[in-house]
């Protein structure tokens, strides 16, 4: 049987998730972190700081300086909700809107390729085994934390 942390370890490295930032676009060098922030905000309508923080398993403190870089970076606003004032909406400004789009547009183009090397049935059912992983981490009541 093989040996499940080095095939994870390996499609990591080659994921490139162990690298500082995961991509430059339009001149700005953006970490993985922050593009997943950019990614969800840009998927969610008008989304809370927790509702983010929680969808990408960040404690509220760390998320909260993450998304003060990206404010100051012109990426991301923040406004008081309307339905209550304790609670803080994010949206992507114009710039962060662009260099999202920048993001998935390499992202899709990276998968593209890579998937450019299997048959329909190989990129079929590594999807498939992709979406049945997904759902068993969900299911794991250690997910998102190694279990020591």
Do not use: W
Request: glycine share 2%; net charge negative.
């Amino acid at each position: 049987m093989e040996n499940k942390r080095d095939l994870f370890q390996t499609l990591t490295r080659r994921f490139g998730l162990l690298n500082k930032n995961c991509c430059t676009a339009d001149g700005i060098e953006i970490s993985t972190v922050h593009s997943h922030i950019l990614y969800e905000i840009g998927k969610q309508h008008s989304p809370t700081m927790q509702q983010i923080a929680e969808t990408l398993a960040i404690d509220v403190t760390t998320f909260s300086r993450q998304i003060q870089t990206l404010i100051k970076m012109q990426l991301v606003s923040k406004s008081p909700s309307l339905d209550d004032k304790r609670f803080y909406n994010l949206s992507l400004t114009e710039e962060g809107q662009k260099l999202a789009h920048t993001i998935e547009t390499s992202m899709n183009t990276y998968l593209d390729e890579i998937f450019s090397h299997m048959n329909e049935f190989e990129q079929e059912t590594v999807l498939r085994s992709i979406k049945l992983l997904n759902n068993a981490m969900a299911k794991s009541s250690v997910c998102c934390t190694p279990y020591l």
